[in-house]
């Protein structure tokens, strides 16, 4: 089965807030999608949207099959119980699904490495919405991007007029200890890949990797809000 067909079959197991909205979003943009619910008041809610849903524990074989499993070209295991999550990911793949599981629990490192390798795609939803509320609170001058890991995270950053970096090249620049430029774009540009010679501008974007830790560093040299610490290779 393609996974690049346009019109392409889900069954989301878990027909909560996460795997209601998902099934939404799949549903408006022309794909099939069945549900999975054991709860029976979350399993009428939907049926009541229009959904076709199965009754039943999605963590078991039957009830995957009874919800076309074979020719779904994915399955979104997404509700609470990470135990029937990775369980009904296992039973998908094994009928040569692609497997997206939901994870609740703030992220660690052992629990990513314990399933990453299982399934194709891990999701945190708290984590995702936890970034959305985050740009909001830091306003227009830095936006995240992603979680990488635990401790790393992919942001967009503006520069702004008082940045001390402003008006050096890329080659230049020096950002705390491991922190890296990923991707660069002029202001009326998108972003594309860094090169040595450009310069920044006010109003340029920057997209970098760094740890937690480095962000506020990394900020101050692009933004300029705070005395910046070293900011050229060699120099001060």
Do not use: W
Not at 20 to 35: C, M, N, P, Q, S
Not at 64 to 87: R, W
Not at 117 to 137: Q, S, T
Not at 168 to 184: D, G, H
């Amino acid at each position: 089965m393609s996974v690049l067909a346009d019109h392409m079959q889900f069954v989301i197991l878990g027909a909560g807030r996460v795997g209601l909205r998902t099934a939404r979003v799949l549903r408006d943009e022309g794909h099939e999608v069945t549900l999975i619910e054991r709860d029976a008041g979350k399993a009428d809610r939907a049926r009541e949207q229009g959904f076709d849903v199965i009754a039943g524990d999605g963590s078991r074989e039957d009830v995957l099959q009874d919800a076309d499993i074979e020719s779904a070209d994915a399955l979104g295991a997404l509700t609470g119980d990470l135990n029937v999550n990775f369980s009904a990911c296992l039973i998908a793949n094994h009928h040569g699904c692609r497997t997206v599981m939901r994870i609740d629990e703030d992220y660690r490192e052992d629990i990513y490495q314990k399933y990453a390798d299982e399934v194709d795609e891990i999701v945190y939803p708290e984590r995702l919405g936890a970034i959305g509320a985050k740009n909001a609170l830091l306003g227009g001058s830095i936006t995240a991007i992603a979680d990488v890991a635990q401790s790393l995270q992919i942001v967009q950053i503006t520069v702004a007029e008082a940045s001390p970096l402003k008006g050096y090249t890329l080659s230049e620049v020096s950002l705390p200890s491991n922190a890296r430029i990923l991707a660069f774009g002029k202001a009326d540009e998108p972003l594309g890949i860094p090169l040595s010679d450009q310069s920044l501008a006010a109003g340029d974007r920057v997209a970098v990797l760094a740890e937690f830790s480095e962000l506020a560093d990394v900020r101050q040299l692009l933004v300029g809000e705070e005395p910046a610490a070293t900011a050229l290779a060699g120099g001060e």
